[in-house]
């Protein structure tokens, strides 16, 4: 892929309607992308289904939800869960009486883990135990999702998987580092990759973030058959990240955060969407703009870009709603601090020589570097505390929108995709939100 696909139209079609099955292929858990679907598909009258990853014992066995669980978690998503355990990844799994991978990586230390090896035919192992796993999980709650779809309807499954980040505590230091970490605290996000460790955990990302979206194609296809053998349609999404257009210097340009290890995941995940199109089947990932969610935060200053989507509602026509977001933003500022000191801090972090080089769409994603983690936590940093409260952030209000954007664009769009892998700008979001709030009222 050479540059983004666009989505550059607000779909208008809509496929789904009062009786159409939504199935939710992750749990809902707060602060996420998700919720903007889902509340979608409740508006459509969908019915709503959902599953769950299960919860692990005290012997790190898998176990599915016990009574008070399960109902909080139909009460969160408002439908019914399927209660079979559906985890993804690896890294907890191991033949009866061996080591699992997570034991391993538990083995190394602050000292040693860079020249750390891992045996690689008992990871394999494991890794196929996994996979065995997950797909009979798979297929046992499809056959129990199979039976509550009724003859000619419409149903729309979006994948939610991601992470896969094994428990290890050395991993939880080493992340500090990279993804925090400035000045003597600074660490090359490469010297994770090249290690074992680091192998291993892209692995996991593999695993969980993109090969569960093609177990849920392939798991799903007798459901499909008979969807489609009775005159209904299935489509399929999946929450994807590769960089985002947005405004800087006056104009909507490319830019990503670095370094998201988990892009090397996204990009497989794209590609199974690829392929599922060419064999006729509407799987399409979309790549979102950055937000804060409870897992992103780790990445310090992944929030930046989300700044100026500001600048977006007013440049797309945003009128007094988007006048009035500018005004609960600066209510959040401190005394004597604007939102246009805000934009102008993201704007000379943008603008930066240091960033520059990091635009590079082809060799996303790109391993970090020194100069550029001090400038891009440092002015994360400075901007968190042009605020009245720590707790209480513009881009806090501002993924909110996003979510609510995105879950728009993907559920319409989703009618009648225009292909497998479509970018949401923050042109298309503002876009999408201005008509949503009566643009001008």
Not at 82 to 90: D, E, Q, S
Not at 287 to 310: H, K, Q, Y
Request: hydrophobic content about 45%; glycine content about 10%.
């Amino acid at each position: 892929m050479n540059a983004p696909t666009p989505l550059k139209q607000i779909p208008q079609t809509s496929l789904f309607r009062e009786g159409d099955v939504f199935v939710l292929f992750g749990e809902l858990f707060g602060r996420g992308y998700a919720t903007g679907l889902v509340d979608q598909a409740r508006k459509a009258g969908m019915q709503i289904v959902g599953i769950t990853v299960g919860r692990r014992d005290e012997n790190n066995a898998l176990r599915p939800l016990d009574a008070d669980e399960l109902a909080a978690a139909e009460a969160s998503l408002g439908g019914r869960i399927i209660n079979v355990p559906l985890m993804a990844g690896f890294d907890l799994d191991a033949p009866a009486g061996e080591p699992t991978p997570t034991d391993l990586l538990n083995k190394m230390t602050l000292k040693t883990w860079e020249h750390d090896t891992l045996d690689w035919a008992h990871i394999e192992k494991c890794r196929e135990l996994g996979t065995r796993r997950f797909r009979s999980a798979v297929a046992e709650a499809m056959a129990l999702i199979d039976g509550l779809i009724a003859d000619g309807r419409n149903v729309l499954f979006a994948h939610t998987m991601a992470g896969g980040i094994p428990r290890a505590k050395v991993f939880m230091v080493i992340a500090n580092r990279i993804y925090k970490g400035r000045g003597d605290r600074f660490m090359p996000s490469q010297t994770l990759l090249d290690s074992d460790l680091g192998k291993l955990i892209l692995q996991n990302f593999d695993e969980v973030s993109a090969i569960t979206f093609q177990h849920l194609i392939e798991g799903s296809a007798a459901i499909r058959a008979r969807v489609e053998a009775s005159g209904g349609q299935v489509r399929y999404t999946a929450y994807g990240y590769h960089g985002t257009e947005i405004l800087i210097d006056g104009r909507y340009q490319w830019q990503t955060y670095t370094n998201y290890t988990q892009g090397y995941a996204k990009m497989r995940l794209e590609r199974i969407a690829q392929a599922a199109w060419a064999e006729g089947i509407k799987a399409t990932v979309y790549n979102c703009p950055e937000i804060r969610t409870n897992s992103t935060d780790v990445f310090a200053g992944v929030e930046l870009p989300l700044i100026s989507l500001l600048e977006a509602l007013k440049r797309e026509g945003g009128g007094a709603w988007a006048e009035a977001q500018w005004q609960a933003c600066g209510a959040l500022l401190a005394d004597g601090i604007a939102v246009e000191d805000v934009l102008r801090k993201v704007a000379d972090f943008q603008g930066s020589e240091v960033m520059q080089p990091f635009r590079d769409f082809a060799a996303w994603p790109m391993p970090n570097a020194a100069a550029q983690a001090d400038l891009q936590i440092g002015t994360s940093d400075a901007i968190v505390g042009m605020h009245k409260d720590r707790g209480a952030l513009i881009t806090d209000l501002l993924s909110a929108l996003v979510v609510e954007s995105t879950g728009a664009l993907m559920f319409r769009e989703s009618s009648a995709p225009a292909g497998p892998v479509l970018w949401l700008n923050h042109d298309i979001v503002a876009r999408q939100l201005n008509q949503l709030h009566a643009a001008g009222s």
